[in-house]
C-alpha cells in the first residue's frame, strides 16, 4: 500500500552536485516523507523533510547545501544536493509515516516505518 521509489544516486567529486529523486505513493493524507541516509557502521540519520504543510527542515549537517522539494502532481519527492562533502556519503533512503513525530528533518520518536529501497551516493575528494 505504500511505496517509494529512489533513483539518482551516483559518484560525485567533492563540491559537485546531484539530484535525488523518490517516486511515492501512499493513501494516507496525514502521512509525510522525508530522506534519510547512512554511512557503513553509522545509524540512519534523518536528512530532510516536508511536512503537512510543505514546510521543510533539514539536518544540521545538510542546512544551506541541500534543498529538499515535493511535486504533488508527480507524487515525487526531490533532494538536490550542492557544495557534496565525502562526508555526505551513505546509502540515501526515501521514508514516509505519520506526520506527528516530524520535527527537524527526522522523525524524533522511532523510526519510520517505510522506506525505500535506496540510493548510493559517493562522494570522492
Known amino acids: 500500500q505504500v511505496e517509494l521509489v529512489e533513483s539518482g544516486g551516483a559518484s560525485v567529486q567533492a563540491g559537485g552536485s546531484l539530484r535525488l529523486s523518490c517516486k511515492y505513493s501512499?493513501?494516507?493524507?496525514?502521512?509525510?516523507i522525508g530522506w534519510y541516509r547512512q554511512a557503513p557502521g553509522k545509524e540512519r540519520v534523518g536528512v530532510a523533510s516536508?511536512?503537512?504543510?510543505?514546510?521543510?527542515s533539514y539536518a544540521d549537517a545538510v542546512q544551506g547545501r541541500f534543498t529538499v522539494s515535493k511535486d504533488n502532481a508527480k507524487k515525487t519527492l526531490y533532494l538536490q544536493m550542492n557544495n557534496l562533502k565525502p562526508e555526505d556519503t551513505g546509502m540515501y533512503y526515501c521514508?514516509?509515516?505519520?506526520?506527528?513525530?516530524?520535527?527537524?528533518?527526522?522523525?524524533?520518536?522511532?523510526?519510520?516505518?517505510?522506506w525505500g529501497q535506496g540510493t548510493q551516493v559517493t562522494v570522492s575528494s
Open positions: 521514508a514516509a509515516d505519520w506526520c506527528w513525530g516530524l520535527r527537524g528533518g527526522a522523525w524524533v520518536d522511532g523510526d519510520p516505518t517505510n
Open positions: 501512499y493513501p494516507y493524507s496525514s502521512y509525510c
Open positions: 516536508v511536512d503537512k504543510d510543505e514546510q521543510t
